[in-house]
């Protein structure tokens, strides 16, 4: 049952991730009163895709990874959006299982956000206050209700976490009058998303997710850097990082500050 309960579970992330894709670039370029309603087009042509274009992961395969209509070569993002977007929320459902419905229900709600942000900055570099600022006023209300953290918890993860990257902008403003740096390490964007993941996780938590983010975001980087794809002052979206940081730390945050206490404190 639980196996079956997981795969239905991915099949509808397969679909949260087609909307997705058409969510993001409808954003993207303002067309907010479409997200929901309109009909998908080809972004390039701007023909009306049909249901036969719109199959996650097959259409992409069997299109040739190429626009029905005009041929135009369709970008592999979209594609590992569908495919990550059903693989966590497998992943979600196999975690917390069938028994807690709205724990179920509340963690794929932010995991899914967490996937839109984590696209739109990695295609745009930015990450939109349409989305953040929401998802923040959720997670705080959401601590009102049955989920984990109690309201000053959350308030508390909400400053440390929106905290943090406020530190970190006012010293790289402070690197750059000093002329230390000529370069931006954070956007605003980030202090949003900080501000969310804490108002979610709690500071704990916050911080095994920012952890996890800046060691991924470093080996990435690293590897980026010995294919000579980036250079060391190369600009590298954090938002994906953080997103994959906070599903580690709302899945297993509990379970990872246990294992660290157990090992500084041995009983």
């Not at 590992?80 to 179920?104: D, K, M, Q």
């Not at 916050?206 to 294919?227: D, E, K, P, R, T």
Request: charged residues 10%; aromatic residues 16%; hydrophobic residues 55%.
């Amino acid at each position: 049952m639980s196996l079956i309960f997981t795969f239905g579970v991915g099949l509808l992330g397969l679909a949260v991730g087609s909307f997705l894709n058409a969510a993001v670039y409808r954003l993207r370029i303002k067309e907010f009163k479409s997200i929901f309603s309109g009909r998908s087009f080809c972004v390039n042509c701007k023909k009306t895709l049909h249901i036969r274009d719109l199959i996650p992961l097959a259409s992409y395969l069997l299109l040739r990874k190429k626009c029905r209509f005009c041929a135009t070569k369709i970008s592999a993002h979209y594609f590992w959006v569908e495919l990550i977007t059903a693989l966590v929320f497998g992943l979600v459902a196999a975690v917390v299982g069938f028994e807690n419905l709205p724990l179920l229900a509340w963690n794929l709600f932010f995991v899914t956000v967490f996937i839109f942000i984590a696209s739109f900055d990695f295609q745009f570099g930015e990450i939109p206050d349409e989305v953040s600022l929401p998802a923040i006023v959720i997670a705080g209300l959401g601590s009102f209700l049955v989920f984990p953290l109690t309201p000053l918890q959350s308030l508390l993860g909400l400053i440390v976490g929106g905290g943090f990257f406020v530190g970190i902008i006012l010293l790289n403003q402070l690197a750059y009058k000093l002329k230390l740096t000529s370069i931006t390490w954070m956007g605003g964007g980030d202090i949003r998303f900080g501000a969310l993941l804490g108002a979610l996780l709690g500071w704990q938590n916050f911080l095994i997710a920012l952890f996890a983010a800046s060691l991924i975001g470093s080996l990435v980087g690293g590897l980026l850097m010995c294919q000579k794809k980036k250079g060391f002052f190369s600009p590298l979206p954090f938002g994906p990082f953080l997103a994959l940081g906070g599903l580690l730390a709302l899945l297993f945050g509990n379970e990872i500050w246990s294992w660290y206490l157990g090992f500084i404190f041995p009983v």
